[in-house]
T-cell receptor, first 112, second 114 residues
Framework: KAGVTQTPRYLIKTRGQQVTLSCSPI?????VSWYQQTPGQGLQFLFE???????NKGNFPGRFSGRQFSNSRSEMNVSTLELGDSALYLC???????????FGSGTQLSVL | GNSVTQMEGPVTLSEEAFLTINCTYT??????LFWYVQYPGEGLQLLLK?????DKGSNKGFEATYRKETTSFHLEKGSVQVSDSAVYFC?????????????FGTGTLLAVQP
């Protein structure tokens, strides 16, 4: 069974641009969560989706948005990139809320 | 708000040494508690969990006991191996089990030397 797949693995963008990150959950998993990991702030929760509905949102500005499709795949978008958005963005999937989370290897975003 | 505090690293040990990584939490209600491990270049993997007071989570020789009286969930292993070198994260789950939102500690880097 394939694991959680995140694409692309690495991204380099410049300030002001926007970026879209993709996450394909494990087959059969309907819940997808996103986390931002930085050396300074550690791991911080971004969003949680279940069956295409956002169930929870972390304390991030409106530049950060996400969505989930009917096949459970999820995307997150960051608009008007800032230097501080440079981070490893991790996606995790599970069969449902409070079930075991399986993390992908992440997308490393660098904003120059 | 809810939070997790874990000991700062790096923790450097020799192979077969005893490991303790301290973790304390602040939370309302009765959160579930977790330890995750992150190997270089990889995402997080669930190591163990406990869902109620006095529960002991265990996996691959690692153990942690949910202590409500001291709001702690310390990670222990009796004999570490070089392959245990990784970053360890303590976390709690908010929302009474109805969410996958986790609050993480800052992580503790463990380096095991042969």
């Amino acid at each position: 069974k394939a694991g959680v797949t995140q694409t692309p693995r690495y991204l380099i963008k410049t300030r002001g641009q926007q970026v879209t990150l993709s996450c394909s959950p494990i087959s059969g998993h309907r819940s997808v969560s996103w986390y931002q990991q930085t050396p300074g702030q550690g791991l911080q929760f971004l969003f949680e989706y279940f069956s295409e509905t956002q169930r929870n949102k972390g304390n991030f500005p409106g530049r950060f948005s996400g969505r989930q499709f009917s096949n459970s795949r999820s995307e997150m978008n960051v608009s008007t990139l800032e230097l501080g958005d440079s981070a490893l963005y991790l996606c995790a999937s599970s069969t449902g809320p409070s079930e075991k989370l399986f993390f992908g290897s992440g997308t490393q975003l660098s904003v120059l | 708000g809810n939070s997790v505090t874990q000991m700062e690293g790096p923790v450097t040990l020799s192979e077969e040494a005893f490991l303790t990584i301290n973790c304390t939490y602040t939370a309302t209600g009765y959160p579930s508690l977790f330890w995750y491990v992150q190997y270089p270049g990889e995402g997080l993997q669930l190591l163990l969990k406990a869902t109620k007071a006095d529960d002991k989570g265990s996996n691959k020789g690692f153990e942690a006991t949910y202590r409500k009286e001291t709001t702690s969930f310390h990670l222990e292993k009796g004999s570490v191996q070089v392959s245990d070198s990784a970053v360890y994260f303590c976390a709690l789950s908010e929302g009474g089990g109805a969410t996958n939102k986790l609050i993480f500690g800052t992580g503790t880097l463990l380096a095991v030397q042969p």
